[in-house]
């Protein structure tokens, strides 16, 4: 192994409140997915089973099996508790979710009509059995364009005071929806009124599937912003990025008042 005395940001290690990447998996083939957290376990604070996805993945238990290995932390797509709630089977979700091994759970309203304070309640209600994530924003990009930012922040805050652990911006794995607009563009005064609120930046994750969301958020927030929807094949990439390793954030972390960091690179064969 090599090291290196560069002035790059000084990673948190694992466990980590700040910096987190989560990684999405949309029913990945379970040996790759299997060498991704294997491979870049260090990297990866939590995976999100996508949506539904884990109720049509075989073998379930092999990847979770691979994440516990790794130290990495694992929940469910909100979209699944949303529709676990429409067929008002909402216990079994519950009793799912423990049977699975899950410690983290997402309470979202995304996709259904279910009010943010509704919501809050289902947030409440489990926060004494799971760590909560919620999420804020909707599926339906015309219906999330239409969330002013104002609201944005009362929901992030109402969520937060309800007993989510962190609150998820959407902007769904595409990146086209939410605290994006339909055609991929961020909405760039949401981000300014988010990070503006005085909300705690370490309970509030953004989805950020492209590299044009992560380049801007962590120039926005830092490099230690919280970032999710990460492909797996971009995990190595997203962490270059948050080093200024790579020529978009070059220049970004690169100040004089940043600690000299032993990193270690790995040797060449």
């Not at 192994?1 to 940001?9: E, I």
């Not at 979770?64 to 709630?85: P, Q, V």
């Not at 049977?99 to 943010?116: D, F, K, R, W, Y």
Request: aromatic share 8%; proline share 5%.
């Amino acid at each position: 192994m090599y090291t290196t005395a560069l002035r790059l940001p000084d990673r948190d290690a694992k466990p980590r409140r700040r910096g987190m990447t989560m990684v999405i998996d949309p029913g990945l083939p379970n040996a790759y997915f299997t060498d991704v957290v294997d491979s870049y376990g260090d990297l990866i604070d939590v995976v999100k089973f996508g949506w539904g996805t884990c109720l049509a993945t075989p073998k379930l238990p092999e990847k979770i099996a691979a994440l516990r290995r790794n130290g990495i932390d694992f929940y469910f797509g909100g979209t699944l508790f949303e529709k676990f709630l429409l067929n008002d089977r909402i216990e079994e979700w519950s009793r799912f979710c423990h049977e699975a091994g899950a410690q983290t759970v997402e309470i979202s309203n995304g996709a259904i009509a279910l009010s943010n304070a509704d919501k809050a309640h289902y947030i409440r209600r489990f926060a004494g059995e799971f760590t909560v994530i919620s999420e804020v924003g909707f599926k339906d990009p015309a219906r999330s364009e239409r969330l002013p930012p104002n609201r944005w922040i009362e929901f992030i805050q109402q969520d937060l005071e309800a007993g989510a652990q962190l609150v998820i911006a959407e902007a769904r794995e595409s990146g086209r929806s939410g605290i994006c607009r339909p055609n991929g563009e961020l909405r760039y005064g949401l981000i300014e009124e988010i990070a503006d609120s005085g909300i705690d930046m370490t309970r509030v994750m953004f989805e950020a599937p492209t590299k044009e969301l992560q380049v801007h958020l962590l120039q926005r927030i830092g490099p230690h912003a919280n970032l999710g929807n990460v492909h797996s094949n971009e995990v190595i990439g997203l962490e270059t990025l948050r080093l200024g390793l790579r020529a978009d954030t070059l220049t970004d972390f690169a100040g004089t008042d940043l600690p000299a960091v032993d990193q270690e690179l790995p040797t060449h064969a």
